[in-house]
């Protein structure tokens, strides 16, 4: 298939191409668009064989579910049953980086649900991308867009390497503010559960609803047969080819570590900015200041990405805190390592 190409510079300026893209995705094509999480591959969230097509497009198991965006938050009415949590998460946080999992409609074939009787609600903040909902007037069912097991792209050169000849239309927006996929929850009456942490944190979530609990499978690793609450969960994630090993520890002697690391293998570094001067450039890929987590979730995957292409036999990165956007880094890179943590004491 020839994939058109589309950069967005002037989003008024540009309505008739964002015209052209609804179009696909309204004829049940497949248009590639730019969120404030990451790039979304997306469908009509209506039509079972859009859904089909995502699907082999990624080349991902179909009963993962995909997440539907809308445009507005009371939109969600047409392909879920809402409640009043949902209404005060929206008022809170949306749109934003926030799913949500509510019961679903007839209005949502179980192709785009995986199966499931319930369906994962988006509104994103992107311009592209609420333009873009707005004109194709359907739900759009968007996973990430990249292939199955590759870090979810966060640049348009990355949706290329991606799915270049696999979908009709790229649209290139530029780089995605936030980097990391938008936080799940699951709403029971006024409680809720994090299935997936993102750029709304626990203690935003906090604010809101009274009772938030972290499912434990966040943080750990599953038990073999246990159930999970949200099926990709269960699926391998995301891990680079060469081991990626996190380190834990005080600060100057985990720099230690690494400077003697370079002298003994060919290793490639996910460092604090600060840490450049004192390491050797070589497979050296800086994420941000250690204070800067904002800056580390949006470099993350690029990071990653870019010490795969490199020949390093291993891959060092510091453990992320668990507080804050701390845990969502901490939540992919875990399980990009494998959960894999070496202490140096
Ligand atoms: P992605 O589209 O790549 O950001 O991944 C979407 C993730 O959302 C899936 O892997 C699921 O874990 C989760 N998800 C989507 N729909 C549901 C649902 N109905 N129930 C629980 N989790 C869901
Ligand atoms: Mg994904």
Same mark, same amino acid.
């Given at each position: 298939?020839? =994939?058109?190409?589309?950069?967005?510079?002037?989003?008024? &300026?540009?309505?008739?191409?964002?015209?052209?893209?609804?179009?696909?995705?309204?004829?049940? #094509?497949?248009?590639?668009?730019?969120?404030?999480?990451?790039? #979304?591959? &997306?469908?009509?969230?209506?039509? @079972?064989?859009?859904?089909?097509?995502?699907?082999?497009?990624?080349?991902?198991?179909?009963?993962?579910?995909?997440?539907?965006?809308?445009?507005?938050?009371?939109? @969600?009415?047409?392909?879920?049953?809402?409640?009043?949590?949902?209404?005060?998460?929206?008022? @809170?946080?949306?749109?934003?980086?926030?799913?949500?999992?509510?019961?679903?409609?007839?209005?949502?074939?179980?192709?785009? =649900?995986? #199966?499931?009787?319930?369906?994962?609600?988006?509104?994103?903040?992107?311009?592209?991308?609420?333009?873009?909902?707005?004109?194709?007037?359907?739900?759009?069912?968007?996973?990430?867009?990249n292939l199955?097991g590759k870090p979810?792209p966060?640049?348009?050169?990355h949706?290329?390497e991606d799915?270049?000849?696999?979908?009709?239309?790229?649209?290139?927006?530029?780089? *995605?503010?936030?980097?990391?996929?938008?936080?799940?929850?699951?709403?029971?009456?006024?409680?809720?559960?994090?299935?997936?942490?993102?750029?709304?944190?626990?203690? @935003?979530? *906090?604010?809101?609803?009274?009772?938030?609990?972290?499912?434990?499978?966040? =943080?750990?690793?599953?038990?073999?047969?246990?159930?999970?609450?949200?099926?990709?969960?269960?699926?391998?994630?995301y891990a680079p080819t060469a081991p990626l090993?996190?380190?834990?520890?005080?600060?100057?002697?985990?720099?230690?570590?690494?400077?003697?690391?370079?002298?003994?293998?060919? *290793?490639a570094?996910l460092?604090?900015?600060?840490? *450049?001067?004192?390491?050797?450039?070589?497979n050296?890929l800086?994420?941000?200041?250690?204070?800067?987590?904002?800056?580390?979730?949006?470099?993350l995957f690029h990071a990653l990405r870019d010490a795969d292409g490199t020949d390093a036999e291993i891959i060092?990165a510091?453990?992320?805190?668990?507080?804050?956007?701390?845990?969502?880094?901490?939540?992919?890179?875990?399980?990009a390592a494998?959960?894999?943590?070496?202490?140096?004491?």
């Amino acid at each position: 298939m020839q =994939t058109q190409h589309i950069k967005i510079e002037d989003l008024p &300026g540009q309505e008739a191409d964002l015209r052209r893209a609804a179009s696909i995705l309204k004829e049940g #094509g497949l248009v590639v668009f730019p969120t404030e999480t990451v790039y #979304g591959l &997306g469908g009509d969230g209506t039509n @079972a064989q859009a859904a089909e097509k995502i699907y082999a497009a990624k080349g991902r198991p179909s009963d993962n579910p995909l997440i539907i965006h809308i445009a507005q938050p009371s939109d @969600a009415e047409a392909y879920a049953v809402t409640n009043p949590t949902y209404y005060r998460l929206a008022k @809170a946080f949306m749109p934003g980086p926030l799913t949500v999992i509510l019961p679903k409609k007839d209005t949502i074939p179980l192709s785009t =649900t995986g #199966g499931l009787e319930t369906v994962a609600v988006r509104c994103p903040s992107h311009p592209v991308a609420r333009r873009l909902i707005e004109l194709a007037g359907i739900p759009i069912a968007a996973p990430s867009a990249n292939l199955s097991g590759k870090p979810s792209p966060t640049c348009a050169a990355h949706v290329a390497e991606d799915m270049d000849g696999r979908v009709d239309m790229i649209l290139d927006g530029g780089d *995605c503010e936030i980097g990391l996929e938008s936080t799940i929850v699951k709403i029971d009456g006024n409680s809720l559960t994090l299935l997936r942490p993102g750029g709304i944190t626990y203690d @935003a979530l *906090c604010m809101v609803c009274e009772n938030v609990t972290v499912a434990s499978a966040v =943080t750990h690793q599953l038990a073999d047969g246990e159930r999970v609450l949200s099926p990709g969960m269960k699926y391998r994630h995301y891990a680079p080819t060469a081991p990626l090993v996190l380190l834990s520890g005080e600060a100057e002697k985990v720099l230690r570590f690494l400077q003697t690391q370079q002298k003994e293998k060919n *290793c490639a570094i996910l460092c604090y900015d600060e840490e *450049c001067e004192h390491l050797n450039r070589a497979n050296l890929l800086p994420i941000g200041q250690k204070k800067d987590l904002e800056t580390q979730a949006k470099r993350l995957f690029h990071a990653l990405r870019d010490a795969d292409g490199t020949d390093a036999e291993i891959i060092y990165a510091h453990l992320p805190p668990m507080e804050g956007l701390g845990l969502a880094l901490y939540n992919r890179m875990i399980r990009a390592a494998a959960h894999t943590v070496q202490t140096i004491e």
